[in-house]
């Protein structure tokens, strides 16, 4: 009886987040198609969707009361908010204090004070085992931390140049291969500033539903839905041409296919480490592989030219799914 009031419960927290995320983002981005058309893909509106998720997240936690919502997540999650409004507030409007480069002094002070304020909790064992349930401590398995960025990356990079040498595609500035691993190392440099949009998603995707979906589903299915919503929710954008314009309809395929693809892996990490920082770094190397890839070795958002990426990520979320992580019931099942 009290096994079927959990499930309920969490059921019930499953959507309630789903319905706070996915209705928030498509009535912004759907308002902003409105006025914008395909302009709002440039449009500094943009900026605002990569957090909803974590938002929903812990308006879901505090709502019904999670027990992983200890003193040390409550003040980690409330400086995320703070950098999170911060970061939007003078990216919408204007740097209130000016700029270090192209970085607003505000945002850069707040966002590393935030991500220095984990780190220390993570130094504090007493700490770091009660931000655990949350997923928000370092976790364990420290080498996946090495092994899985360093795999990703090398066959992120590996498709893109397979896509150029094999004629599907050309960087959208001239390749250049030097230039782009200066990108990618300026990119990633920045990581201690611009963590809270890679953590605005992963937050609410890796950590809340996540462990609500598996909990629900088990590992093997939990990842394919997971992957399947990820993909769902940036249907609207898709649908104006923010991935494969050349092709919507088959694009829009296969991005579901890539959201799961690469969702796996993201998934496969958080379960080895028990930590959310796993798929925070995974993302923002993501990100920085079509920031900087797509100008200077290949333009992935060719869908031919992308297909190399696809196939070689797949292998790799292929070999993970074999893994018995997905039916550790400790790994998955997190959820008190």
Not at 10 to 18: A, H, P, T
Not at 43 to 67: D, G, Q
Request: aromatic share 12%; charged share 10%; net charge positive.
């Amino acid at each position: 009886m009290q096994r079927e009031e959990n499930r309920s419960q969490v059921k019930k927290e499953l959507i309630v987040f789903l319905v706070l995320t996915f209705g928030a983002t498509f009535l912004l981005e759907l308002v902003g198609i409105g006025i914008y058309g395909s302009g709002i893909l440039t449009n500094k509106i943009m900026l605002i969707p990569m957090y909803i998720p974590a938002i929903s997240a812990i308006l879901c936690m505090v709502a019904f009361r999670s027990a992983a919502l200890t003193r040390e997540a409550g003040i980690f999650l409330a400086s995320f908010l703070v950098a999170s409004a911060i970061s939007l507030l003078e990216g919408l409007y204007r740097p209130l204090l000016g700029t270090i480069g192209p970085l607003p002094v505000l945002t850069v002070v707040v966002s590393v004070t935030a991500f220095l304020l984990a780190v220390g909790q993570n130094l504090k064992r007493p700490w770091r085992d009660r931000l655990t349930l949350a997923r928000l401590s370092v976790g364990m398995n420290y080498r996946y931390y090495l092994f899985l960025p360093v795999a990703f990356s090398v066959l992120f990079v590996l498709g893109l140049l397979l896509s150029h040498t094999a004629g599907l595609s050309v960087p959208t500035q001239g390749f250049d291969p030097g230039a782009f691993a200066m990108f990618i190392g300026i990119y990633l440099a920045t990581f201690v500033v611009a963590w809270p949009k890679y953590f605005g998603e992963e937050y609410g995707w890796r950590y809340y539903l996540h462990d609500r979906v598996f909990a629900i589903f088990g590992g093997n299915t939990g990842v394919l839905l997971i992957g399947l919503v990820w993909g769902l929710w940036h249907l609207p954008l898709n649908l104006v041409g923010m991935n494969f314009p050349d092709n919507l309809l088959t694009g829009n395929l296969v991005y579901l296919v890539y959201t799961v693809t690469i969702g796996i892996i993201y998934s496969f990490g958080v379960l080895k480490t028990g930590s959310i920082w796993i798929a925070v770094l995974l993302h923002a190397i993501t990100d920085s592989m079509v920031v900087s890839g797509y100008p200077f070795l290949a333009n992935g958002q060719v869908l031919a030219a992308f297909l190399p990426v696809l196939v070689l990520l797949g292998a790799m979320a292929s070999v993970l799914l074999r893994s018995r992580i997905w039916t550790d019931d400790t790994a998955v099942r997190v959820i008190s």
